[in-house]
């Protein structure tokens, strides 16, 4: 990697603060306005809203016409008859679809925050190697500079072929950890564009979302009870299984009929009104039976589901709590350990060998590398842990 490369890449690094690159939410937004995901699960909740919407209307009218063909005669038939549910069926249904057509919010809700926090983790996945490639690139130019100084050194015969080839071989070897970090964001860059519905967006944020902190267990507890998608969307299951219950006792109620009837025999029409009842005694046996069993079943997917979660939010929340421990004390303990500068001093004074020099140095490097993905993952933790506020 020659020298004018390393100064296009620190810009472009730093393009990020100079012209504004996408924060966050600017790259959350895109996402949701153009991921085809998303699009494609918007019109399955209108296909499955409008299915919702087709039994709450009466049946078909029925027409019937019969002609006698015997020889001699005209007579003939026609029947026009209506069949109507028992009324208050009715009522009761036409709720029962404007709650299931609610609830499909819920569901668009819940995949939308699946696909925002893949999204996030993309982003966070970008933040982290924009930091990996600024810290390596200024790696890459301490090692050019000492590389430089070996080369005419060895030229005029003031060191040796081991040393300058130490120097080389760094360089050689933080060049292909760079280029390998790069090719990583490259590909990270193209999974956000795919989810981005194919258009590119260019983030060069060396800064993670600082929007979330970390509360106390019992407050995070409420409140994704209160606004978790998927929670909704069970709760929603139980009331909906709860009206299917009134839904089915109506259908067990008789059916009513009625309808205009004319007979012509072929002299003289005869016109009547036709009025019927079917009594539902066999068609509807153990349906609201069912209908009970399903409504617990829902209230017990809403209670292990609970469970569930609560337990899993708890783990994640222990996670990010030692996670931010962790790579806060790291911090602390880099901020003491940065000698570098004292270490070229000495170097470049004669005090300590090259190969001091760079033992001294991969300490500090590995450490430091240690540090950015301890910080990446108490950040891809905590984005996990308010996933219900996307």
């Known amino acids: 990697m020659n020298k004018r490369l390393l100064i296009y890449t620190i810009a472009f690094l730093l393009s990020g603060v100079a012209f504004g690159q996408p924060k966050i939410d600017e790259v959350m937004k895109s996402v949701e306005s153009n991921s085809n995901v998303l699009k ?14 087709t039994d709450i209307l009466p049946e078909n009218p029925e027409i019937e016409y019969s002609k006698v063909l015997q020889s001699g005669t005209g007579e003939s038939e026609i029947l026009v008859k209506q069949s109507f549910l028992f009324p208050t069926a009715y009522f009761l249904k036409c709720g029962l679809s404007k709650q299931q057509v609610s609830n499909l919010e819920n569901e668009y809700s819940a995949k939308r925050q699946d696909i925002l926090l893949e ?15 600024k810290f390596f690139a200024e790696r890459l130019e301490q090692v050019k500079e000492i590389k430089q100084a070996m080369e005419t050194s060895f030229k005029q015969g003031n060191v040796g072929r081991m040393d300058y080839n130490k120097a080389a071989l ?32 260019d983030v060069s944020d060396q800064q993670y979302d600082q929007q979330y902190q970390v509360t106390d267990f019992q407050t995070l507890k409420a409140d994704f009870i209160a606004n978790d998608p998927t929670i909704a969307q069970l709760n929603a299951d139980v009331d909906i299984a709860k009206k299917s219950v009134a839904v089915q006792r109506s259908l067990t109620l008789p059916k009513l009929s009625v309808g ?23 068609e509807n046996r153990n349906k609201v039976k069912a209908q009970k069993a399903n409504m617990m079943y829902k209230t017990e997917v809403v209670n292990q589901y609970q469970v569930a979660y609560t337990s899993a939010l708890q783990q994640t929340y222990n996670r990010v709590v030692q996670k931010q421990s962790a790579y806060m004390s790291l911090s602390d303990l880099l901020k003491s350990s940065n000698n570098n500068n004292l270490l070229f001093k000495a170097y470049k004074g004669g005090n300590i060998s090259i190969l ?16 950015l993905e301890q910080e990446k993952e108490y950040y891809q933790e905590l984005a996990k842990l308010y996933k219900y506020k996307l």
């Open 260 to 282: 205009y009837r004319n007979i012509n025999p072929g002299s003289n029409s005869v016109n009547g009104v036709v009025v019927g009842m079917t009594i539902p005694l066999w």
């Open 356 to 371: 001091d020099l760079f033992q001294e140095l991969d300490y500090y490097y590995k450490l430091n590398t240690k540090w």
């Open 170 to 201: 760094e360089y050689q070897d933080l060049s292909n950890q760079y280029n390998a970090i790069l090719v990583e964001r490259n590909n990270e860059l193209q999974r956000l564009a795919e989810l981005n519905g194919g258009v590119a967006i």
């Open 119 to 133: 999204a996030k983790n993309v982003f966070l996945e970008i933040v982290y190697h924009n930091k990996q490639m």
């Open 40 to 53: 494609a699960e918007r019109e399955r909740i209108n296909a499955v809203a409008l299915t919702y919407k």
